[in-house]
């Protein structure tokens, strides 16, 4: 593509880099055509909070009829540059709002929330109150069910706006989580201003919790900041019954991570759910 631009982007020819443009076009065709042949699908990851499943993350995969499961770190930053982000965040919300629906006939699956990931790219755009409320009306999900992530680098640029968003949905009873927090250079003083529910503490910090003591002075410092600014807390990446241990410890709660479950297909979260809730 970047030939067709013409300029001197390719005035030397490098076949490592032409290879790699090529096969970013490619997976950017390919990522238009499963938008249409509906080739991507949720996976729900539980969420626990004092022993209890409180929720479900749903993380959006990607059946590639070629390449099998395409995970989203492969393919979200290549939809955010073509825009495709906001007709596929647009699906995501939309199935994962479905979902919470679905689950309220079910007393095991009815108190759970759902969170939902989401892009600077579709939260900066004009109408994007508007879509989730509209979503929320469609599928008929009580909007105090949804959780919405968002992600410190949304910080970088127009705060107002985020914050006049956020306190849009926050007043129909949307929730949110900041997401990876600690990973990027969140301001203290626009942390204090956003109306939060969560810091979700990034999967990197518990991973070394007992490797490198920098780690565990960052997840202690995460859960003070949070208690003192009236937050919850929930750590990512919990793989281990050690770590889980030392959070609650530490005063974390809410923990999220393999040693609970893999993200599931949602039959699978569901018989999941029903076999944790009985234990
Ligand atoms: P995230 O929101 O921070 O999600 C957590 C990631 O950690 C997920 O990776 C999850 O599968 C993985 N994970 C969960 N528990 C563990 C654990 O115990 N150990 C380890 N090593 N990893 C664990 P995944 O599913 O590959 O998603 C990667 C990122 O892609 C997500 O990070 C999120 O930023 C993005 N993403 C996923 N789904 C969506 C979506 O629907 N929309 C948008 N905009 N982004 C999404
Ligand atoms: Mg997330
Ligand atoms: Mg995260
Ligand atoms: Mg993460």
């Avoid at 909070?49 to 993350?57: D, F, I, N, Q």
């Avoid at 008929?140 to 705060?159: D, H, I, Q």
């Avoid at 503490?201 to 518990?206: A, G, H, N, T």
């Avoid at 002075?217 to 859960?223: E, L, S």
Wanted: a negative charge.
């Amino acid at each position: 593509r970047a030939k067709d631009e013409g300029g001197n982007g390719l005035c030397f020819f490098d076949p490592a880099m032409e290879s790699l443009v090529l096969k970013h076009a490619a997976l950017a065709e390919d990522l238009r055509d499963a938008l249409r042949e509906r080739q991507f699908l949720l996976h729900y990851q539980a969420q626990v909070s004092g022993g209890r499943l409180s929720g479900a993350e749903v993380l959006v995969r990607w059946q590639h009829p070629d390449k099998g499961l395409v995970s989203p770190g492969e393919f979200i930053p290549l939809a955010e540059e073509t825009g495709l982000i906001i007709p596929l965040g647009n699906w995501v919300l939309e199935t994962a709002c479905a979902q919470l629906a679905a689950w309220d006939d079910d007393p095991l699956l009815s108190s759970l929330t759902i969170s939902v990931n989401v892009s600077f790219q579709q939260f900066r755009q004009d109408d994007f109150v508007d879509q989730v409320l509209a979503t929320l009306r469609r599928t008929r999900a009580n909007p105090e069910r949804l959780k919405l992530e968002l992600t410190e680098s949304m910080l970088a640029s127009n705060v107002d706006a985020l914050i006049e968003r956020m306190y849009a949905l926050k007043a129909k009873g949307v929730g949110f989580a900041l997401d990876d927090f600690g990973t990027g250079y969140s301001s203290l003083s626009y942390l204090k201003r956003l109306p939060l529910d969560h810091l979700k503490i990034d999967q990197s910090f518990v991973r070394d919790v007992f490797i490198d003591s920098n780690d565990s002075a960052i997840v202690k410092t995460i859960i003070a900041l949070a208690q003192s600014l009236g937050l919850g807390v929930i750590a990512e990446g919990v793989e281990t019954e050690e770590q889980r241990d030392y959070l609650v410890s530490v005063g974390c709660h809410a923990c999220q991570g393999y040693f609970f479950s893999r993200p599931l297909p949602v039959e699978a979260f569901e018989t999941f759910v029903r076999k944790f809730q009985r234990t």
